[in-house]
């Protein structure tokens, strides 16, 4: 069974740092690997996607990588602003099985 | 863009109501979603359907049903509503069709209080 860590469950940093957001599966035979953020009491909203033959994605300030050897994957935020705080999770499917396999999340919080 | 409508964001209802959680996608997906998300607990699948009048267990289902009489439309269904049930329940659908390439998109999620 898929197993998917977020660590850590929190963050701060400094408004206009770099950083890194941690993910791993357990089961490296995933399809996809999905990233995703969620503001306080509100669904859930697709940053990036990367399929099982690719090692990265990109979209403006966010860059996501996999690398299904190690099991993980990370989200790189360059430049971080306020407006970037929020809960991300990673999301892990099968072959086969389209349920995503959730991690619990890392709060960041980014300090003006 | 792909929409996801939850029809209800906050619902209050009393012990041992039957409760129904609405959930209507508008482009064509096949595959819809129902989850739950508790503090510490994270996402947790309910059930799932791969299309009309189909429906899958996922990984707690016990204390709810679902419904999908129509391709767009995915009903959580609460049988006796308890107080365990307080959560914020996650509706999501994807295509089939494409793969997975373009991956699941969410509700705005409904607050659910059993009391």
């Known amino acids: 069974k898929q197993e998917v860590t977020q660590i850590p469950a929190a963050l701060s940093v400094p408004e206009g740092e770099n950083l890194v957001l941690n993910c791993s599966f357990t089961d490296s035979a995933i399809y996809n690997l999905q990233w995703f953020r969620q503001d306080p009491g509100k669904g859930l909203t697709s940053l990036l996607l990367i399929q099982s033959s690719q090692r990265e994605q990109t979209s403006g300030r966010l860059n996501a990588s996999l690398d299904k050897s190690s099991g993980r994957s990370t989200l790189y935020i360059a430049a971080s602003q306020p407006g970037d705080s929020a809960t991300y999770l990673c999301?892990?499917?099968?072959?086969?099985?389209?349920?995503?396999?959730f991690g619990t999340g890392t709060r960041l919080t980014i300090i003006p | 863009d792909v929409k996801v409508t939850q029809s209800s964001r906050y619902l209050v209802k009393r012990t041992g109501e039957k409760v129904f959680l609405e959930c209507v996608q508008d482009m064509d997906h096949e595959n819809m979603f129902w989850y739950r998300q508790d503090p510490g607990l994270g996402l947790r699948l309910i059930y799932f359907?791969?299309?009309?009048?189909?429906?899958e267990k996922g990984d707690i289902p016990e204390g709810y049903s679902v419904s999908r009489e129509k391709k767009e439309r995915f009903s959580l269904i609460l049988e006796s509503a308890s107080t365990n049930q307080t959560s914020m329940y996650l509706c999501?659908?994807?295509?089939?069709?494409?793969?997975?390439?373009?991956?699941?998109?969410f509700g705005s999620g409904t607050r659910l209080t059993v009391v």
């Open positions: 999301a892990a499917s099968g072959f086969g099985n389209e349920k995503l396999t």
């Open positions: 999501a659908s994807s295509s089939a069709a494409e793969g997975w390439d373009y991956g699941y998109t």
């Open positions: 359907s791969y299309d009309v009048k189909m429906k």
